[in-house]
Nanobody, 125 residues
Framework: QAQLVESGGRLVQAGGSLRLSCAGS????????MGWFRQAPGKEREFVAA????????TYRDSVKGRFTISRDNAKNTLYLQMNSLKPEDTAVYYC??????????????????WGQGTQVTVSS
């Protein structure tokens, strides 16, 4: 059974850094575009970043550009999100996802087929 498992979330002070990991198992995700989403309490899930199958193309939501970096290691079947200069408004549960259907990078959650269970990131002011 294919699954994605996130790790790396924790409490951090504003201005700090975290690296989230998303380990795939049960199938190879090396041919799939993947992405990170987040959901804060009382808010809808929102797109954070996406990366194509090779890692050569990425896209980000405006509020994280220049602070977050998405990357992948296909040999390890693992997706990463490096988060720097964290702000309290980055506090959320972060989810990784993979899409087998999208031919271009997409911010639409409905286009993603596989989801992890989420990891909590809390940024204190």
């Amino acid at each position: 059974q294919a699954q994605l498992v996130e790790s790396g979330g924790r409490l951090v002070q504003a201005g700090g850094s975290l690296r989230l990991s998303c380990a795939g198992s049960g199938r190879s995700f090396s041919n799939d575009a993947m992405g990170w989403f987040r959901q804060a309490p009382g808010k809808e899930r929102e797109f954070v970043a996406a990366i194509n199958f090779s890692g050569g193309t990425t896209t980000y939501r405006d509020s994280v550009k220049g602070r977050f970096t998405i990357s992948r290691d296909n040999a390890k079947n693992t997706l990463y999100l490096q988060m720097n200069s964290l702000k309290p408004e980055d506090t959320a549960v972060y989810y990784c996802a993979a899409t087998t259907r999208a031919t271009t990078l997409t911010a639409l959650a409905s286009r993603y087929d596989y989801w992890g269970q989420g990891t909590q990131v809390t940024v204190s002011s």
